[in-house]
């Protein structure tokens, strides 16, 4: 797909927007002036809106699909459910990894992202989340990052609900299963997330 449809299926609401100024615009001129032409430049404008619309919600680009990730891993880690099907590492590849405060920076195996999650079933167990954000961009016919942005309150918050932001790094496996490969936890309250935090 090319990459200029793919902008448009992941951000419809601009040239959605765009083209019904347009139509609104032409439709206005087209009975002021009395021109058939404007009229017909004016639903072909309209109509074109309505695809782009009706095509955001038919095909799901990687981007899309990584947002559908993410939000499940998210919800599994509310319900602090880590081994059913649907639940956290179902979500991630067998050589996924951890990284704090960058993306750049160092990060830790499976294992030691499995049990930062764990973490959320003990002493960081989710009280109450809310996603303020949850952003996929796709990056490659097969790959995608997604940010996302919560807040959380957990049992180790002492009541306080705290801003944290993610990025997810998301890819199609073989078996056109997407899972995601690469988690980095930016940022806590709006300092660098520390390895310690989630232990």
Same mark, same amino acid.
């Given at each position: 797909?090319?990459?200029?449809?793919?902008? /448009?299926?992941?951000?419809?609401?601009?040239?959605?927007?765009?083209?019904?100024?347009?139509?609104?615009?032409?439709?206005?001129?087209?009975?002021?002036?009395?021109?058939?032409?404007?009229?017909?430049?004016?639903?072909?404008?309209?109509?074109?809106?309505?695809?782009? &619309?009706?095509?955001?919600?038919?095909?799901?680009? @990687?981007?899309?699909?990584?947002?559908?990730?993410? !939000?499940?891993?998210?919800?599994?880690?509310?319900?602090?459910?880590?081994?059913?099907?649907?639940?956290?590492?179902?979500?991630?590849?067998?050589?996924?990894?951890?990284?704090?405060?960058? !993306?750049? %920076? @160092?990060?830790?195996? /499976? !294992?030691?992202?499995?049990?930062?999650?764990?973490?959320?079933?003990?002493?960081?167990?989710?009280?109450?989340?809310? /996603?303020?954000?949850?952003?996929? !961009?796709?990056?490659? %016919?097969?790959?995608?990052?997604? %940010?996302?942005?919560?807040?959380?309150?957990?049992?180790?918050?002492?009541?306080?609900?705290? &801003?944290?932001?993610?990025?997810?790094? &998301?890819?199609?496996? @073989?078996?056109?299963?997407?899972?995601?490969?690469?988690?980095?936890?930016?940022?806590?309250?709006?300092? @660098?997330?520390?390895?310690?935090?989630?232990?």
């Amino acid at each position: 797909m090319p990459s200029f449809l793919v902008s /448009i299926l992941e951000r419809p609401f601009v040239p959605t927007a765009v083209l019904l100024l347009a139509a609104g615009i032409l439709g206005w001129l087209a009975v002021s002036r009395q021109e058939q032409r404007l009229l017909v430049a004016a639903l072909v404008a309209g109509a074109l809106a309505g695809v782009v &619309v009706l095509l955001s919600f038919l095909v799901t680009t @990687p981007g899309g699909h990584g947002e559908r990730l993410v !939000e499940r891993l998210v919800r599994a880690a509310e319900a602090a459910d880590f081994d059913s099907p649907q639940g956290m590492f179902a979500s991630l590849s067998d050589d996924a990894s951890l990284h704090f405060g960058s !993306e750049s %920076s @160092p990060g830790t195996g /499976i !294992e030691g992202l499995k049990g930062a999650f764990r973490s959320l079933g003990r002493q960081h167990r989710i009280r109450d989340n809310a /996603i303020l954000s949850l952003d996929g !961009e796709t990056t490659a %016919s097969d790959r995608a990052r997604v %940010s996302l942005a919560c807040r959380t309150e957990t049992d180790s918050s002492q009541g306080a609900s705290v &801003v944290t932001r993610w990025v997810f790094e &998301v890819r199609r496996d @073989p078996d056109g299963s997407w899972r995601i490969r690469r988690v980095t936890f930016e940022t806590l309250a709006g300092r @660098p997330a520390d390895p310690g935090i989630l232990r």
